[in-house]
């Protein structure tokens, strides 16, 4: 074991492992933008989704029921059905557009629903009191709604950009590259050490997703909002695999 | 171009491969069933130290939480050195994945026991592990039973991703139609991956039903 990752460490150490395209530091790049970009589209479809449909109560039923069906949908089953959807197979380099939009749609679901839950559960207390003082709707949404739900949106981000991560890494099974490469490629070639090697960089990558995105969180959630105890809640609402 | 041409759905190839298709649904529910035992046991043990040293709750629940977000291919890569492309892999990982719902669900759930409850059972003279079995595991069972069908749920899909260390049932299926220019297999792996949480889920929630006959009478006016 200790000769094991005595060889791991030899991986990292190797020159030549940090330079041109099959190197760490371009697969990271990959990895990292295909991620960021797919979190970001992702946001920009399901956040105004989920809010204004919070917002207005609406539609509750059909957006939990798309996210559990959402959730038995295998992400290696959506990679390979977009990819064929999108008739790119077998063309070189092309992976990256299949990898994009299958990933683009396993990251909307915890967003939306999350977004959704966040705001439509506001006390409705809350908002009368608000609407009482003379509040229109969007000043509601604005001050009121999207402040005191803002935990849950967070919440969903950070699941939606973890699961992004994981994802981009099977992503390597269509041709597209990314860290999942070494696992994919070293696998192939009965390399354990660079297996190996991959993972840890998946590991890790995933690792800081969470916890940067767990810090984000706990500077943007207003203070009052912010629980300090540690209490198991019941269902993590939008687990899924990846 | 021949993945223009070829057709979603080869029915041909369906009926000829029907008994690979079988073993492959029943190695997909094997995996499961295999990986949910060993979880729902773990994660009792885990629970149950848990509620008896609160301290430990939070490092326990943390750990699972560090598994949890380990992507489940490099989970299965770190376990290649010392398992190998092997069914065990497979499992080890599928099982890592059940804990931390499994375990977080059966604590909300004894937690969420009424205390008035456990002081009358105290008092009819129940002692703490027929306390346990008999009035606290079934007043927790539906929170404990939700957590159950979001793991089983979640290992089926998980299963697919096996196929990329060589094993994975249906998931081997989804893995040959990505490789090769032929999209039926593809499909057939897909529907049936979906097929079987959907209906995984269902029976779940048709079981907790018929536990909790209790739970119906309250819903009448």
């Not at chain 1, 949908?73 to 994009?100: N, T």
């Not at chain 1, 998946?202 to 706990?218: D, I, S």
């Not at chain 2, 069908?149 to 096996?162: K, S």
């Amino acid at each position: 074991m200790t000769h094991f990752l005595g060889e791991v460490f030899g991986w990292f150490t190797t020159s030549a492992h940090w330079h041109g395209s099959d190197g760490i530091p371009h697969r990271m790049w990959e990895h990292s933008v295909m991620s960021i970009a797919a979190v970001a589209f992702a946001l920009a479809i399901a956040l105004p989704l989920g809010i204004w449909f919070g917002h207005r109560r609406r539609g509750g039923m059909v957006l939990m029921n798309v996210s559990n069906v959402g959730r038995a949908l295998p992400s290696l089953a959506v990679l390979g059905l977009g990819q064929e959807a999108l008739g790119l197979r077998g063309w070189p380099g092309f992976g990256a557009r299949p990898a994009f939009i299958a990933l683009l749609v396993l990251a909307i679901p915890p967003i939306v629903t999350n977004a959704y839950t966040g705001v439509s559960e506001v006390d409705p207390d809350v908002r009368e009191s608000a609407l009482g003082m003379g509040m229109t709707g969007g000043q509601v949404l604005r001050r009121v709604e999207l402040p005191l739900a803002l935990p849950l949106v967070m919440a969903g981000v950070r699941t939606s950009a973890v699961q992004v991560v994981a994802t981009a890494t099977l992503a390597a099974e269509l041709s597209w590259g990314g860290l999942g490469r070494y696992i994919i490629d070293g696998i192939g070639r009965q390399d354990n050490v660079m297996v190996f090697a991959g993972a840890l960089q998946v590991g890790v990558l995933a690792l800081v997703t969470e916890v940067v995105l767990a810090a984000v969180q706990r500077r943007v959630v207003p203070k009052g909002l912010q629980s300090g105890e540690n209490v198991p809640s019941a269902v993590p609402a939008d687990a899924r695999p990846r | 171009m021949l993945a223009a041409t070829d057709p979603w759905i080869r029915w041909d190839w369906i009926s000829r491969h029907g008994d690979d298709i079988t073993a492959a649904l029943r190695e997909h529910v094997y995996l499961t069933v295999v990986a949910m035992a060993a979880g729902l046991v773990i994660s009792f043990a885990v629970a149950l130290v848990a509620r008896r040293w609160r301290w430990l709750q939070t490092p326990l629940l943390g750990f699972s939480g560090l598994l949890y977000t380990i992507p489940s291919l490099a989970l299965f890569a770190f376990l290649l050195p010392i398992t190998g492309l092997s069914r065990s892999t497979a499992l080890i990982g599928l099982t890592s994945y059940t804990l931390l719902i499994l375990t977080r669900n059966i604590i909300a759930g004894l937690d969420g026991v009424p205390a008035d409850v456990l002081e009358a059972a105290t008092g009819m003279g129940y002692g703490s592990t027929r306390r346990l079995v008999r009035i606290e595991l079934p007043l927790a069972l539906p929170t404990i039973m939700a957590g159950i069908r979001i793991a089983t749920v979640t290992t089926i899909g998980l299963v697919t991703v096996a196929a990329l260390i060589g094993q994975g049932a249906l998931g081997a299926l989804i893995k040959e139609g990505i490789e090769r220019p032929f999209r039926t297999p593809l499909v057939v792996g897909s529907v049936l991956s979906i097929a079987l949480a959907i209906v995984a889920d269902v029976a779940l929630a048709l079981l907790l039903r018929v536990l909790t006959p209790w739970t119906r009478k309250r819903a009448a006016p």
